[in-house]
């Protein structure tokens, strides 16, 4: 039977099929493919076999149409750490306030989606901590250049139907740093959900991972919606240093008006894209997330 993986855990994958959900284990072959990936993770589709009454094997997983990922945490980062497959929009979360906005954050994340081809959509949270103008001016960079972006708050009910109306028909993950609010946001979007929701540490000003495990969550208006764990850092994956330009999608209107073919932007003559910075057609914070990219910096 083929199959979607909804939820996986310590090698035990919730797999939807036409009989119900079966617990399964991967088949033996599939562990001993050498991949600096994972292997099957929420939202690929899978084909598996029902081996008693709820439970089965992932004998195979298809190909997949887009990927989510980051590499890995920690000193290594040789592996690619793939937080789901599949995806149709990725709703980034940044919050407002407790903790800070912090745009480069969020420009990687919309780098990693350009790349991989999903839709990014942007959730400002906490908007009932900032005032209205405050919101405006954290999304009004986003919006200049086609996201959809929406300033959000679990406690009054701000753009909760906007980001509602996102969902139906589409397999979405929402994402972000820990502490931003997401599981507040899907339990706003569906109460039933009853997620757990963390504080911000006010000491160090992180949030508390109050997810632990990705899981796909059925909408009953059709879809999907992923709540992820936070994450702390959004590490790049094999994404080569010349494809870093394609993924600020304001830059693409410039990319062929440069005088060199390989320009990077930083110091070369008749360079488009610096111009188009000095005449305000890029923000400058863009610019200098693309910089700090391009020389592999945090």
């Known amino acids: 039977m083929r199959g979607l993986i909804l939820r ?3 090698g035990f994958y919730w797999v939807e099929t036409e009989q119900g959900v079966l617990e399964c284990r991967l088949r033996g072959r599939l562990k001993k493919i050498d991949n600096k990936s994972d292997i099957a993770v929420i939202g690929d589709e899978v084909e598996v076999i029902q081996v008693s009454p709820g ?10 149409k887009t990927r989510l990922s980051r590499v890995e945490s ?3 980062k040789v592996r690619e750490d793939l937080i789901a497959a599949n995806i149709d929009i990725a709703i980034i979360v940044v919050a407002l306030a407790e903790p800070e906005f912090h745009p480069r954050m969020l420009d990687r994340y919309l780098l990693i989606c350009e790349y991989n081809d999903i839709e990014a959509r942007i959730v400002a949270s906490k908007a009932d901590l900032v005032s209205a103008a405050q919101a405006d001016a954290a999304l009004a960079m986003y919006r200049d250049i086609g996201y959809h972006a929406c300033a959000v708050s679990a406690h009054t009910g701000q753009g909760i139907a906007e980001v509602q109306s996102w969902l139906p028909g589409h397999i979405s993950v929402v994402t972000g740093k820990s502490g931003v609010g997401k599981s507040s946001l899907l339990n706003a979007i569906n109460p039933d959900l009853a997620l757990a929701v963390g504080e911000v540490s006010g000491a160090v000003n992180k949030g508390r991972h109050t997810t632990t495990v990705a899981q796909l969550i059925p909408l009953s208006g059709g879809g999907y919606v992923a709540d992820t764990p936070g994450i702390r850092e959004i590490g790049l994956w094999q994404i080569p240093k010349n494809h870093l330009e394609y993924g600020f999608r304001e830059f693409r ?3 062929d008006e440069c005088r060199f073919a390989d ?3 930083e110091h070369e003559p008749e360079c488009a894209i610096r111009a188009a910075v000095e005449h305000g057609e890029i923000h400058p ?3 200098q997330s693309y910089m700090r990219l391009y020389h592999g910096e945090e």
């Open 8 to 10: 996986a855990q310590s």
């Open 55 to 64: 439970y089965g094997a992932v004998e195979q997983v298809y190909e997949r």
């Open 74 to 76: 920690g000193p290594r």
């Open 253 to 255: 209107p410039f990319l």
């Open 263 to 265: 320009c990077s932007h």
């Open 285 to 287: 914070a863009r610019y």
